[in-house]
């Protein structure tokens, strides 16, 4: 059962929030998830790197009041972390669970996504949750998913992106880098591991965090 004000969830796509809601009333019935939306810090990090969105960002965790916070945007993941001290709360990227998933299946792993900014943190992710362990990363940005995703056609983004999922043949595993790839794993009959981020993600954030 949840604590205190229960977990603070920020996206930067409105289209997240029915996903982490569906996972919460499925896996951890009665967790309370407080989300915000703030389109604008994708927008601006994808034009300016992640690196430039950090005083906004600190401004907007900030004014969420304390308590355990999980971002749910691949792209500026590693700046929210990395203000942690500064909030004086847990700050946990979607994806570092998924990421610790990845590289304890397999050496050889393909990273998707439909952004090319979350490409770099993805990837600087996993060499980090790897540490010793030596890596193999191959990347590839499905042409038009995220212009589909954008303009609310999210089928049609799925299925590029399942597309691409069924494409890869040599792999260990393949990494959906975003959020919004998540529902390609329905779609897909590759036999090569498929990871995605919410589920792992949102279970780190109640659990580790004490949110649950």
């Given amino acids: 059962m949840v604590t205190g004000a229960g977990l603070v969830l920020l996206h930067t796509s409105a289209a997240h929030v029915p996903v982490f809601d569906a996972l919460r009333d499925r896996n951890h019935p009665g967790a309370v998830l407080r989300h915000l939306v703030v389109p604008e810090l994708l927008a601006r990090a994808r034009v300016e790197g992640p690196e430039a969105v950090a005083p906004a960002l600190l401004e907007v965790l900030a004014e969420a009041g304390p308590g355990p916070v999980l971002v749910t945007c691949s792209t500026i993941g590693a700046v929210a972390e990395a203000l942690a001290p500064a909030l004086g709360a847990p700050v946990l990227r979607v994806d570092r669970p998924m990421a610790a998933a990845a590289v304890r299946t397999g050496a050889r792993i393909v990273v998707l996504a439909t952004v090319e900014s979350t490409l770099a943190p993805t990837v600087e992710l996993l060499a980090e949750e790897a540490g010793e362990r030596p890596l193999s990363i191959v990347t590839h940005l499905v042409d ?69």
């Fill in 144 to 212: 038009g998913a995220w212009e589909r995703f954008a303009a609310g056609d999210r089928a049609g983004s799925l299925d590029l992106v399942a597309a691409a999922v069924d494409a890869v043949t040599d792999a260990d595993v393949i990494v959906l880098a975003q959020v919004s790839m998540t529902g390609a794993t329905e779609l897909v009959t590759t036999r090569i591991p498929v990871l995605s981020s919410p589920a792992p993600g949102l279970a780190a954030g109640l659990g580790e965090f004490g949110a649950a």
